[in-house]
Each structure stands twice: as C-alpha cells, then as structure tokens.
Nanobody
C-alpha cells in the first residue's frame, strides 16, 4: 500500500511556474510507476505525466510537453511536477497517483490517489 499527499499548488499568473510535490508513505515507493493527472471543472480527469519506478523513462502529455517535467527522488519518497510557462487552461486540480503497472497513461490503471492540489492560472 502507498498513501500520497500532494502539495505546491496555488495561484499564479500566466507565464509563471509552480512545482508540485507528491510525498508517498510506504517502503515500496520505488516499485511504483508514478503519475500526475488533472481535472478541470466539468471535465474528465486527464493524464499529464508519468515516470517509471527507475525514473529512467517518462511520458508527457502533448498538451503540456515542453512546459512540464516529471521527476522523482526515491530517497525522499517524492515525485515532482515542474510546471512552467503556465496557461489559464492549465487551471485544474492536480492529482498524484501510483500504479504497479509499467508506464500507463490510463487513469483507470492507477490504484492509489492523493487528495489533489488546486492550481489556478490567471490571465
């Protein structure tokens, strides 16, 4: 089992940056593929980024490619989402998630979820 707690959300102007963190409990953190998803009001939860348990491979959604990066520090049981050049359309609740599957972008494959952190980008 793994429990996830996100932090780092907030209000930022368009063009600004934020770094989200997701702290995980559990000694098997390094076994999990970690992902970030987001959900805007009235929309489905969508994939943002995922990183393998080794940190050697990542997948970034086309909508944020070149602006967002995902990384992890297994020594700290933490995964990060660095967001730059933020746009108003990035406004959403951002969720951290964990799966034992390899490199999946399907939210239904993720068994463990955090409570989410709000990111609001003003124009």
């Amino acid at each position: 089992q793994v429990q996830l707690v996100e932090s780092g959300g907030g209000l930022v102007q368009a063009g600004g940056s934020l770094r989200l963190s997701c702290a995980a409990s559990g000694r098997t953190f390094s076994s999990y593929t970690m992902g970030w998803f987001r959900q805007a009001p009235g929309k489905e939860r969508e994939f943002v980024a995922t990183i393998t348990w080794s940190g050697g491979s990542t997948i970034i959604a086309d909508s944020v490619k070149g602006r967002f990066t995902i990384s992890r520090d297994d020594a700290k049981n933490t995964v990060y989402l660095q967001m730059s050049s933020l746009k108003p359309e990035d406004t959403a609740v951002y969720y951290c998630a964990a799966t034992l599957l390899y490199m999946t972008t399907n939210r239904h494959d993720y068994a463990h979820w955090g409570q989410g952190t709000q990111v609001t980008v003003s124009s």
